[in-house]
């Protein structure tokens, strides 16, 4: 609680200690405060699409089965058996009606319930079985296809807790009626970092792209990044949420509109879909990355050039899943329009893993630097000199970006980059949350 009080203290200035970076107490009370309060993403509807079908996944650093039942209903489950604690569901996804544990063999349907045992009638005829159906969330719905769920039973509605994040995702997801699914199972891999930067950086964070990938201009695989800082929007919305625009228009003149789409996809979209100031935002400066709160990310990118070919746009949603103090994996879904045709498909398929995946050109990139904010956390020189990081870019009297008193979509705009505004109220967010200890 002292972190938390300094952190409390530093963020006024736009600081944030070292502290929170690795630190076990800190660790455990976000997986209480944090993961076991929010909505947090699964994954997609189409990846379980028919009754029985089940996908292993995570909230914080909990298991979790995600099942369609017999019904078409979707359950969230905590992966581990009431008899003993096994962890009942090992593979990553299928299709069964029962998991049958592989300690004693207890056995419970897709929906959670207790339904039987070996030697049942002899050992467990007294057995109030309702009291040992697996643990379910009592919270979980979908958004554009998306699963959410909440292990909080005073939660908001999702579309409460998602707020004006909701109408950007509409403006990212909702350009067709066919809709947008994830090309095969995510990518995972370890990353020696904190779940909070990749959620902050991916939040708003232009400023590291001219230099962190610097090489991949020097290499002339793709251009004009500086562009980046100075023609950008930080959308800041209410919760922690908040996405990075881009004005395209000016990177590639008015010819660059919905996210540099080649004209062979773009011709799909019906932008009357949604509203027309989400129309122009998404002509105009839409946005190429976004966080929602507290560890899923969003990603749209092009490149790189192909031969008589225009770049390939990509959508990634990608989520920091955290292991410990320090430590996450990186799970990352490529997202396919549902039109689109197989070489259509491929190619964004290939632009994306080319940009994004472990072997990423971008990727590499991020999760190498990423590494430092723990290390320096552990670094008895950075606590003995009470070492804080600085997030005061764009603040007043620093910079020359200010609020867009004119925008009228949700949240606040502040244009134009360099700043900082994302990350600050990032860490707004999350210390609210951990200060409510729910106690
Ligand atoms: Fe699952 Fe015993 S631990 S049946
Ligand atoms: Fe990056």
Redesign the pocket.
Known sequence: DDILARTRSELEKGLVPVNIFANADIFDAEMERIFAKSWVFLGFESEIPEKGDFMQRRIGRDSVIVTRDGKGEIHVLANF??????K?CQTDVGNQSHFR??????VFKNNGEWIG?PDKSKAYRGLDTRDWNLFKAPHVESFLGMIFASLDADAPTLMDYLGGAAWFMRGLMDLHPGGMSPMGPPDRYKVRGDWKTGSENFGGDGYHVGVAHGSVQTIQLAQGFDVLNNYSTHYVIPGGHSFLGHDFDSMFGPDGHVWYYPPDIQRHFDLNRIDPLLQDVVKKNPPIVGTIFPNLSFLRFFGPPSPGKPPAVYTSWRQWQPSGPGEMELWSWQLKWNFMDEQQAADSYAAGQFGFSSAGIFEQDDTVVWEGAPEAARSVWARKEKASFNMQMGMEGMGQQVLDTSWEGPGEAWRPGPGEPSQRAFYRHWLRQMEETGE
């Open positions: 058996c009431r008899h003993r604690g096994t009942l544990c592989p300690y004693h063999g207890w045992a």
